[in-house]
Every structure is written in C-alpha cells, then in structure tokens.
C-alpha cells in the first residue's frame, strides 16, 4: 500500500453516488433516440452502485475490492411489439446505438396484447419519504479494524480452532425510471452487511457455522461482537452431532429461516407463475391456506426498513396491502404483463412483494415455541433446492437441535425435512414476536406440526 492510499483508508469511505443530474442527461439521450426511431412507447432506467466488499481469513486480507457501477435499461414498444436493451457505457453515441438495437427487436418480434406501458393512472402522484440511504461515516481502516476484532473476538471463544472467513460490505445503490408517459421516479438506498464463519471440530470431523448483521446503516458494524458470539455459539452447539429418529414431529423454523418458506408463498402468488400456470396455489383465492389467526400484510412505505419501494420495477404506486387474511389468501402479486395475462390490473408489484410483514400468532418467542412443541427439532441450517413450485412439494436437507420438553438435547445432522408446503402452512401452529428485521420478509419463529423427518 502506498503513502496516499494509506493515508485515503483515514477518510470516510467514498461510496458517492453520481449527481441525478447524470443519470437524467442519459435518459435524455435514450429517450430523444427512441423519439427518434419512432417508438410509439418507452421506459428507461438509469442505474448506479457503488460498493466495498471485504473478505478477510486469520487477521489477513484476502481480498478487497471497491466496485462502481453504471446501467442503463431500454425498453421501446412498437405497438405492442417489445424490444430491450441495456448499457453500461454512457457515452452518447454508445447510448443511441442501444436504442437501436432494442429498437430493431421490436420490430422483428411479434405483437403479443400483454405488452405495453402500465396504465398511467396507476402511476404515484407523489413519493413517500423512506429514508432508505444510510452511507457509513467509517474509513477504510475502521472498517478494516471492525472486521479484525470480530474475527478475533470469535477465534478466542472457546472449542473454536479456525476462521472460515469474515465478509464485510458496504454499498449504495440509485435509480432513475423514466417513461413516455411523463412518469419520473428516483429511489436510493444503502447496504451494509458483515457475517463471520467459525470452525469447531468433534470426533467426526470439522463443523463450521456462521452469524451476520445487515442493515441499511452501519450499525451493522457496531453488532461485530454479537456476530462473532453468536457464530462461536453456534459451532459448539453443533459438536457431536446424532442422526435423530424418522418420524413425524414438530419443526420450528428460527425467523432466518422461517422467511423462506413465506418467501415460496411470494412465488407462489407472483403473476408469472399463475398465468403459465406453475403454482400450487392456482385458484386459490380466498381459500384457507394457514390456520385462522395467521396474516400477511405488504406494508411498502415503512420508513428505514428493508424491502420498502414507493414504486415498483414499472413505476406503479406501491400501497398497502393484506395478501393473507386470517388465514385466507386476498391478493396476487402482479405487474402490468402479468395482470393482462389474466384479465386484471396491476397490483403495483412488478419485480416482486415489497416488505412483507408476518403477523405474529402468539406473545413467544423461540425458547417459547419449543416449551409449547414439547420435542421435535429446531432447524439451524437447510441445504439443497428441494422446493417445487408447481406442486408445493418439500424436502430439504436439515442440521439442526434436537429439544426435548421443551429444551436443548443434542445437535442433530444428516437429516431431511419433507412434506407438502400446503399441508406445512395449514399445520402452523404458533408464529413468534422474535420477528428478524434483516430481510424484506419480516417474520419471527415458526412452529410447523407433524412435519416428516428422515433419520435414522
């Protein structure tokens, strides 16, 4: 490292965004070029992200990288004929020659009568402040000295004996959507995120586990301890290890894990699935699919929360919405394509949910779950891609804590959860208050009945 680089790791991290105003001269280009080559409809997006990502193995560096990125997204219609095209490259002439090539692909493919800009009414008439953007007022050699004492602290816990590897990142990310319509939306948010992955051994080998922080600011940072207690915790709950018995018993799922199995939901309920018609849940609407008492709300303008968006991926105003009610499923999740796929409307989510909220069923948490359950076992990891969408069906490889009246027995591996994910949401039995804010599906434990696991 040389005299000036040591001496910029002193300053605050450069993570600077571009002026809006250069991503609108962009735009400016695109949108004059698609004028041009006679669209009769378009949408641009003008991105950028900046970032530091940090990996780190027994106090040394191994890898260390700062990333500034641009994108430019073309979409131009031509009746109802669509062609994209994207760019990193912002020079002007690079910017006309892909909109002529999106404008070309327009017009060598079909009409199809899905296509098209959403409606213009659906557009917000004005954007919530989220306050999303949280850029870290750390250096380079804070950051560095963050990620040196989680590390140490867990290597020094003990029956821990090595490092997987400390990540640490901080980003930025903004955007600018445009449309022949007049809408003009801007969103810009930050990450910040540090995870550590500790080694243990027991008679039959090594056992790794990990722990993370993440958030929109840098308090994620100041959790280095917790993250490195939590991981080193982790690994000793996992030594010596017992296949359990098959057989049908109750599984908890900790908030980390319990998200994916809303996640699936998600998918489940997301336009695309449902007009080709790969969903287990195709007619479902307002059918029971959970227990009385169980809710799923999108609550998109929660200020400083992950997953919050004013608008969607086509500038559609995203509101509040109850996609499962006591139990009973209300909405689909659905962009413009999609919604005229089906005969509907938009329902704002283009690109996905936006912060979907699990309401909690009972006053416990985790430790409360396993006194209510009784015996079963508490996951703390899950392997492979054992989820099908078309069908609901569900196996996944499991480790995990085998707990007994309620309590902590032994660590359990070599296993394999299955079932079916329609019966798994009917069987739900209690969901905790200990909800995870780290993701954009905010939910706590899961209390799933009766699930099947293979053992020995």
């Known amino acids: 490292m040389t005299t000036t680089d040591a001496a910029r790791t002193r300053g605050p991290l450069d993570l600077s965004l571009p002026e809006r105003a250069r991503l609108e001269e962009a735009i400016d280009i695109a949108t004059?070029?698609?004028?041009?080559?006679?669209?009769?409809?378009?949408?641009?997006?003008?991105?950028?992200?900046?970032?530091?990502?940090?990996?780190?193995?027994?106090?040394?560096?191994?890898s260390l990288e700062f990333q500034?990125?641009?994108?430019?997204?073309?979409?131009?219609?031509?009746?109802?004929?669509?062609?994209?095209?994207?760019?990193?490259?912002?020079?002007?002439?690079?910017?006309?020659e892909a909109v002529a090539a999106a404008c070309a692909i327009a017009r060598h493919t079909q009409d199809d009568p899905a296509n098209g800009l959403p409606d213009a009414a659906l557009h917000p008439q004005s954007l919530p402040e989220l306050d999303l953007d949280h850029p870290t007022g750390l250096s380079l050699e804070q950051v560095l000295s963050v990620a040196r004492d989680c590390e140490a602290r867990g290597l020094a816990a003990a029956q821990i004996q090595a490092s997987d590897g400390l990540h640490l990142d901080a980003s930025r990310q903004c955007g600018l959507l445009v449309n022949s319509q007049g809408f003009a939306g801007w969103q810009q948010s930050s990450h910040h995120g540090l995870s550590l992955s500790l080694i243990g051994e027991d008679r039959e080998g090594k056992r790794r586990d990990y722990w993370y922080a993440q958030t929109l600011d840098d308090a994620a940072y100041a959790e280095a301890a917790a993250v490195a207690d939590r991981a080193a915790e982790r690994v000793r709950r996992s030594?010596?290890?017992?296949?359990?018995?098959?057989?049908?018993?109750?599984?908890?799922?900790?908030?980390?894990?319990?998200?994916?199995?809303?996640?699936?939901?998600?998918?489940?309920?997301?336009g695309s699935a449902l007009y080709r018609r790969s969903s287990f849940l195709l007619d479902a609407m307002d059918e029971a699919i959970f227990p009385a008492g169980v809710s799923l709300l999108q609550r998109p303008h929660r200020p400083r929360q992950q997953g919050a968006a004013a608008f969607d991926a086509?500038?559609?105003?995203?509101?509040?919405?109850?996609?499962?009610?006591?139990?009973?499923l209300r909405g689909w999740l659905l962009g413009s394509y999609s919604a005229r796929k089906l005969g509907l409307s938009s329902t704002g989510n283009a690109g996905g949910a936006?912060?979907?909220?699990?309401?909690?069923?009972?006053d416990l948490d985790l430790a409360g779950l396993m006194r209510e359950a009784g015996s079963g076992l508490l996951l703390t990891s899950l392997m492979g891609q054992g989820v099908k969408l078309t069908t609901g069906?569900?196996?996944?490889?499991?480790?995990?804590?085998?707990?007994?009246?309620?309590?902590?027995?032994?660590?359990?591996?070599?296993?394999?959860?299955?079932?079916?994910?329609?019966?798994?949401?009917?069987?739900?039995?209690?969901?905790?208050?200990?909800?995870?804010?780290?993701?954009?599906?905010?939910?706590?434990?899961?209390?799933v009945d009766g699930l099947t696991i293979a053992g020995r």
């Not at 004059?32 to 080559?37: E, H, M, S, V, Y």
């Not at 359990?244 to 199995?261: N, Q, S, W, Y």
């Not at 086509?314 to 009973?328: F, I, P, Q, S, W």
């Open 68 to 96: 500034r990125d641009r994108d430019l997204g073309i979409t131009v219609y031509f009746g109802q004929r669509k062609g994209h095209a994207g760019t990193a490259d912002f020079r002007p002439e690079a910017i006309r």
């Open 239 to 270: 030594l010596d290890p017992r296949q359990p018995d098959t057989g049908r018993f109750p599984v908890i799922f900790p908030p980390e894990l319990a998200r994916g199995l809303f996640g699936t939901l998600l998918g489940a309920i997301s």
């Open 314 to 328: 086509e500038g559609v105003a995203t509101r509040d919405r109850t996609l499962v009610e006591d139990g009973h």
């Open 393 to 447: 069906d569900y196996s996944r490889g499991a480790t995990g804590i085998w707990f007994e009246n309620g309590e902590p027995a032994y660590p359990v591996h070599e296993c394999t959860i299955a079932g079916n994910l329609r019966e798994m949401y009917r069987q739900i039995r209690g969901i905790g208050q200990d909800v995870d804010p780290r993701a954009g599906i905010a939910v706590g434990s899961v209390w």
């Open 354 to 362: 936006q912060r979907v909220e699990v309401a909690p069923t009972t």
């Open 32 to 62: 004059r070029a698609a004028t041009d080559g006679e669209a009769t409809a378009y949408a641009i997006a003008a991105s950028a992200h900046t970032g530091l990502s940090l990996a780190l193995r027994e106090g040394e560096v191994e």
